[in-house]
């Protein structure tokens, strides 16, 4: 990670202007532990973080904030040394991620490219947590005419199912490394034709960390076609117990239970568990309804006239648990704007399995998110109306 170790010096100047600084610094937060530096370059904005080390000031990169490549950061790093003056006692800015950039992978999508601009006219498979990635190539090389997305949270074998398709001129997957318990959210309803999931991790000792969940079988059968299907392939005889037990809160859903079924296509450990003899069971339900468009009511903007003083009196100090979501107000962060009062609040937001840290930028009684809002969700919604309700 980038950063630069300095002899401890004072606040940078914000108003010097050097014909070679390619980065805009527009504020200092600062809490009790540390600095926050606000900062920009061609409207895009991000923070860096001044702490205390052993005397000496260390600044790095803020990474809920850090933006791509990496390269743009150093040049933010070397940028605030420029103009601090203050001397350099060790600095990594200069050797990593030289001339290194990200490559682009047509294959791969964040989680932004679907809530901004993901459209298909393919009817949609999803594979949950696809491994080696074996299945999930079989599936897109013998339906061309569908579109196959593979979530998937372990790099490498992302890495792998991109290489795969490459060599083998697989062209209609989508790979997301995001959580699989929220990502149906932003699938239309009625888009998809079959979800799979197959070998799930079986989490006995956390089971609210499984998939498999009356919530997720709730959304799968929204995102699912009339006769789509939800299909779970597991050898742990607990996920098996749980997973079928859960078909009693959806009776009106045809489903069906499977024992040591062939597929046309079986991983290497699969297949080092049938020569094991060892059981394997498939659970599928059937969706038969056509289901409403989902809506998401609500915005992210915040109440007018902050009262800064009073807010600082108030701000919870412990987190805000609700059923699915919260709301964790770590940091406050006094900025003085020329004259103008100002804060920077950190916190944590959103729904359990997949939160998010933000920043709350108020100045002259206004707030707005710095760097953009939270991503659209209904966890998120939630969450920033209780914000909202503890900033008033």
């Known amino acids: 990670m980038p950063h630069i170790l300095f002899e401890q010096h004072d606040d940078i100047d914000l108003r010097v202007d050097k014909a070679d600084i390619k980065i805009k610094f527009n504020f200092i937060a600062k809490g009790g532990y540390d600095q926050k530096i606000g ?5 895009r904005e991000f923070l860096l973080t001044k702490v205390n080390k052993n005397g000496n000031d260390l600044v790095k990169l803020d990474n809920a904030t850090r933006l791509t490549p990496v390269s743009l950061m150093k040049d933010a790093l070397n940028d605030y040394s420029n103009i601090s003056g203050a001397k350099v006692l060790f600095s990594n800015t200069n050797t990593i991620y030289k001339n290194k950039v990200k490559p682009e992978e047509s294959y791969l999508k964040d989680i932004e490219y679907f809530t901004n601009e993901f459209k298909t006219d393919k009817e949609i498979w999803v594979e949950v947590g696809f491994g080696s990635g074996v299945h999930l190539l079989h599936q897109a090389s013998q339906n061309p005419d569908k579109l196959i997305i593979g979530l998937e949270i372990h790099t490498p074998s992302i890495e792998q199912v991109l290489k795969q ?3 083998q001129n697989i062209t209609n997957i989508l790979v997301v490394n995001y959580d699989a318990r929220l990502f149906l959210e932003f699938l239309d309803s009625n888009s998809t034709g079959k979800i799979f999931v197959h070998f799930p991790v079986p989490w006995d000792k956390k089971p609210h960390r499984r998939v498999m969940s009356v919530p997720f079988i709730e959304e ?3 995102v699912l076609k009339p006769q789509g299907t939800l299909e779970l392939r597991t050898d742990s005889p607990n996920y098996f117990e749980y997973s079928s ?3 009693e809160h959806f009776k009106e859903y045809p489903s069906s239970i499977e024992k040591d079924k062939d597929l046309a296509v079986v991983s290497k450990y699969e297949a ?3 020569r094991q003899e060892k059981n394997i069971w498939d659970v599928t339900i059937t969706s038969t309804k056509v289901s409403p468009p989902k809506q998401i009511e609500g915005d992210f903007n915040f109440p007018k006239n902050i009262d800064i003083e009073k807010l600082k009196e108030n701000l919870p100090k412990k987190a805000i648990i ?3 979501y ?4 770590e940091s406050l962060y006094d900025i003085d704007f020329e004259g103008s009062q100002g804060v920077l609040i950190r916190l944590t937001m959103g729904n359990f399995n997949k939160p998010v840290t933000k920043n709350i930028l108020i100045q002259n009684g206004d707030g707005r998110y710095f760097q953009d809002n939270p991503i659209k969700t209904r966890s998120n919604i939630d969450a920033h109306k209780i914000i909202v309700e503890n900033l008033k």
């Open 326 to 329: 919260l709301v964790h107000f």
């Open 165 to 167: 398709a490459k060599l």
């Open 220 to 222: 799968s059968l929204r």
């Open 245 to 247: 037990s859960l078909l």
């Open 39 to 43: 900062a920009s370059i061609d409207g």
């Open 322 to 324: 609700k059923d699915d």
């Open 272 to 274: 080092r568990w049938k």
